[in-house]
T-cell receptor, first 113, second 116 residues
């Protein structure tokens, strides 16, 4: 399985601090994506980084990708209570079969005001 | 507004009572799929459809059926639900299978199903 694995499983920080979540995967990829899920709601696409990119920014989000280590990290700077959610990495599996995305198990982030 | 809708959002039922969860998208997407989400297991794909009348099994298809008679609708059918199908279900759609892998997959709001 190419499933990504997020680390840590849960993270609790104070508002204003930075939050870092990591994702590791097993096989080569075309791209890696991060999704956000508010409790019991649908997933929302946050950012995509392609295999030939090393770093990407979007607002307070910074994603890095190290294909040699098969890992990615998501950094949320200056966190807010509204950032409380679960965050999932997903790898592009379109070459491998019928599932376009393989999701990790997620990191649950709690930002305390 | 472009969206994926699911109904019902919440459902409590009993073992063996057939049910259908509807999914509809208004974006003229070809690719649609169903996922289930369980604690500690992440999202797992149940069934997918590349286009009208074209459906296939995902990673966890047992106990489920789907149909794709129209482009916009992709209902998930549980002929004889069992307690191990208690889960949070998501429908998703994309213009194509390939674009789904490139970040352009839209998710519905989810259906929380409890089978007693």
């Amino acid at each position: 399985s190419q499933q990504g694995e997020e680390d840590p499983q849960a993270l609790s920080i104070q508002e204003g601090e930075n939050a870092t979540m990591n994702c590791s995967y097993k096989t080569s990829i075309n791209n890696l994506q991060w999704y956000r899920q508010n409790s019991g709601r649908g997933l929302v696409h946050l950012i995509l980084i392609r295999s030939n990119e090393r770093e990407k920014h979007s607002g307070r989000l910074r994603v890095t990708l190290d294909t040699s280590k098969k890992s990615s990290s998501l950094l949320i700077t200056a966190s807010r209570a509204a950032d409380t959610a679960s965050y999932f990495c997903a790898t592009d599996a379109t070459r491998a079969g019928n599932t376009p995305l393989v999701f990790g198990k997620g990191t649950r982030l709690s930002v305390i005001a | 507004e472009a969206q994926v809708t699911q109904n019902p959002r919440y459902l409590i039922t009993v073992t063996g009572k057939k049910l259908t969860v509807t999914c509809s998208q208004n974006m003229n997407h070809e690719y649609m799929s169903w996922y289930r989400q369980d604690p500690g297991l992440g999202l797992r794909q149940i069934y997918y459809s590349m286009n009208v009348e074209v459906t296939d099994k995902g990673d966890v298809p047992e106990g489920y059926k789907v149909s794709r008679k129209e482009k916009r609708n992709f209902p998930l059918i549980l002929e004889s639900p069992s307690p191990n199908q208690t889960s949070l279900y998501f429908c998703a759609s994309s213009l194509s299978f390939w674009l789904a892998g490139s970040g352009e997959q839209f998710f519905g709001p989810g259906t929380r199903l409890t089978v007693l």
